[in-house]
């Protein structure tokens, strides 16, 4: 009987390309099999102000769990009697080629796991030939003409210079693409982030290590909600950016489909459909369960991503039959930093690239774009 260590060699085997997992790790006959595992490493290695600052959502956290209890809700019907023998996970996602129909999405307080964060993930997802979406990190990669592909995430700016200025800038930079989030007008009300006295200076200069004293707030503790970010930002800023610069633009923290229309409208090259990981607004819906109606109102006329609660290969399908063409990964790949830092972004992504495979293989579809609805219900 296989032990973890060769179930995760034969694993491995399925996937085109070298392994990048290292040899300590393969050799740990403990080391983590799953995104849940993971997890469990990063919140040992990590203080608790960070761990919970990165797993937590807002209030009673009923969004939060919504996104993941959403993909138990969908269930997939597979195919049979057919040749499975090669499986292609490739994709293109505006115009990248890519080897899965996965990215890693905008995320705050990498500073929180490691010092110089943005950087190592960037040099993970080069690595792995993983599109990032990201504010920073990417400059000296880009300076030694690497091949990363870089969306640069932005929550927009209160009037028409800024915006065509910063839209021109990371054109000229060398991004991909725009990805604007669209969700953040204030600061949510995040109990344990307010429970913990948690101080957003941590944010630039990291948060304590495990079993530091936790110094007291710079400012007095008190309940961050109400800051404001982006109150002023409507439809108008795509109009700005775009006459700035050529490069697509992505609206993300889409669940209406009505918004999904005039995002449309308006020009977006793609949009994607998120609730900020359960991070704003709770209550909200939950990603997957908003994704089909958005997808509809769509029609095919722009791609569809989504975010939120991934957290096997299987749900990446799930996800792509319900009309996404490919998904942001938000806290896997943070999970994988916690725990080994440049190697666990890698380990976690090439672990969810093996499932997806896997469960195409198992779906009886050889292609992502042969993923479709006919494969999936709601029970």
């Not at 910063?166 to 982030?193: F, P």
Request: charged share 20%; with cysteine.
């Amino acid at each position: 009987m296989m032990n973890r260590r060769q179930a995760l060699r034969s694993f491995s085997a399925f996937v085109a390309g070298s392994p990048l997992w290292s040899q300590d790790y393969d050799n740990d006959p403990m080391a983590p099999i799953n995104l849940h595992e993971f997890e469990e490493v990063a919140k040992r290695k990590l203080h608790k102000l960070a761990y919970d600052f990165i797993a937590g959502g807002t209030e009673e956290e009923y969004t939060l769990r919504a996104n993941r209890e959403a993909f138990g809700r969908w269930y997939l019907i597979p195919r049979f009697m057919r040749d499975v023998t090669n499986v292609d996970t490739s994709a293109t996602i505006l115009g990248a080629k890519v080897p899965f129909p996965f990215f890693i999405a905008p995320t705050g307080g990498k500073n929180l796991v490691l010092p110089n964060a943005d950087e190592t993930v960037a040099q993970a997802a080069l690595n792995t030939k993983t599109v990032l979406c990201s504010a920073t990190g990417v400059g000296k990669i880009l300076e030694e003409g690497k091949p990363l592909v870089w969306w640069s995430n932005t929550i927009g700016s209160p009037n028409k210079a800024s915006a065509v200025g910063y839209a021109k800038r990371i054109e000229d930079q060398g991004g991909k693409a725009i990805v604007l989030t669209i969700d953040n007008a204030y600061q949510s009300n995040r109990d344990r982030n307010n429970r913990n006295r948690f101080d957003y200076g941590y944010m630039q200069t990291g948060a304590p290590k495990p079993g530091d004293k936790i110094p007291p707030p710079r400012n007095p503790a008190r309940a961050a909600m109400w800051q404001p970010h982006t109150p002023s930002l409507t439809w108008e800023w795509l109009d700005w950016a775009r006459s700035g610069s050529q490069i697509p633009i992505v609206v993300k923290g889409v669940l209406h489909p009505g918004d999904a229309r005039m995002a449309i409208e308006r020009g977006a090259s793609a949009i994607s459909v998120s609730n900020h990981g359960g991070r704003q607004l709770d209550g909200a819906i939950g990603s997957l369960d908003a994704l089909p109606e958005v997808a509809e109102a769509v029609g095919g006329r722009i791609p569809v991503f989504m975010d939120g609660g991934i957290r096997r290969g299987q749900d990446i399908v799930k996800a792509i039959a319900l009309g996404a063409s490919g998904v942001l990964l938000g806290r896997a790949p943070l999970w994988g930093l916690g725990a080994y830092g440049q190697k666990g972004v890698e380990r976690v992504l090439e672990l969810l690239g093996m499932e997806f495979k896997l469960a195409m293989a198992l779906c009886g579809v050889r292609n992502v774009k042969d993923i479709d609805r006919s494969m999936i219900r709601r029970i």
